[in-house]
């Protein structure tokens, strides 16, 4: 079975400290500082685009990619069923240690158990899709995990700034991404990580049977964004 880096890190930060800077490699440029301290921001220091989206949340919720729960816990605190999916073990028992109620350990790709009303994809949360053809993928499956009214709240951004010196590859789009965690001498598998700019998003959601609604958008590129059933 894999190391779990990324739950390992976490794990790190949350019991003691870290062991060593976590780096993230990329195929775009410089390797990058990974700022863990993000992933267990409270509330007053998460950015307007997630709290306009913990906001709109309604009825039963699942957190997908829900990390250490930091925007599960504030749901459950104002009185949400909200149940958090993640695929880092070690994520989860710190969920499990925070407060978090419902959780489950394992892949939504795979979860065909409940009907939610909203289903939560923060801190570019959709972007585990890896690459188009899989968002394409997620979006079907995801018509078999929501209520008839139920709605998608993702956000996502326009990455083209980051190829400004060096064009990307041109027989794939852009903004799929690869990434490397590095901690404590150890470096973990490559993995993709999708960012969508709206034109493309649109595109892609009336394709497979879905209204896009742009809620918010920030100066950094960043937009939030609401997925209903045409």
């Known amino acids: 079975m894999k190391k779990d ?34 992933f267990f921001r409270t509330e007053d220091d998460m950015p307007d685009l997630e709290i306009f989206a913990l906001n709109l949340c309604k009825g039963k919720i699942l ?24 695929l880092s073990e070690g994520a989860c028992e710190i969920m499990k240690t925070q407060g978090v ?19 939560l994809l923060l801190m570019n949360g959709i972007g585990f899709c890896g690459y188009i053809s899989d968002l394409k993928i997620f979006l079907q499956q995801a018509k078999e995990m929501i209520k008839p009214e139920g709605q998608i709240l ?4 326009d ?10 590859e041109s027989d794939s789009y852009y903004g799929e991404i690869d990434y490397q965690y590095e901690y404590n001498g150890e470096k973990g598998d490559w993995f993709s990580w999708l960012y969508l700019d709206q034109k493309t998003m649109q595109e892609i959601a009336f394709e497979c049977g879905w209204h896009l609604q742009i809620i ?8 939030l964004g609401r997925l209903i059933l045409k």
């Open 159 to 168: 990455v083209a700034y980051l190829y400004e010196e060096n064009e990307p």
């Open 216 to 223: 918010y958008e920030d100066e950094d590129e960043q937009y």
């Open 101 to 119: 109620k419902n959780i489950i350990w394992g892949d939504v790709t795979r979860y065909k158990e409940e009907k939610y009303d909203t289903l």
């Open 63 to 86: 957190d997908i990619g829900a990390g250490v729960g930091v925007h599960s816990l504030l749901l459950q605190k104002n009185g949400f069923d909200v149940t958090a999916i993640e």
């Open 5 to 38: 880096l990324y739950g390992c890190f976490l794990s790190d930060y949350y019991y003691s400290k870290l062991k060593s800077d976590v780096l993230l490699h990329n195929n775009y440029g410089e390797v990058e500082e990974l700022p863990v301290e993000s």
């Open 154 to 157: 993702f956000d996502s951004s």
